[in-house]
């Protein structure tokens, strides 16, 4: 009996370990720059993304603040073309709006 219970008792501590230190496959690492901080100037200005995903929402450029319009038009093209891969015609737009504020 002590046997069964020690088994139940380790199982849940190895699927911790086990799942603890599993790492996922990185995707393609952009060149010069750190793949997980590629839009880190966008997260450090709050509700920026939210202003960036407004647009797809409403079709309405005008919520989009300066500082955050300035991050956006500091991300390098690679980033860009990586994050918004599914709406390639949206980066573009968006940096014509930042570009005339």
Known sequence: MWMINKFFFLLPVACMAV????????SQPIPGQDPID???SLYAIPN???EIAQPFVNGEFGTIGHSCCHAFL????????????????????????????
């Open 19 to 26: 799942l603890g230190t599993a790492q996922t496959l990185p």
């Open 48 to 50: 920026c993304l939210q």
């Open 74 to 101: 500091g991300l390098s093209a690679d980033c860009i073309t990586e994050r918004f891969a599914l709406f390639p015609e949206f980066p573009p737009t968006l940096r014509d709006h930042c570009s005339s504020q």
């Open 38 to 40: 590629c839009m880190s």
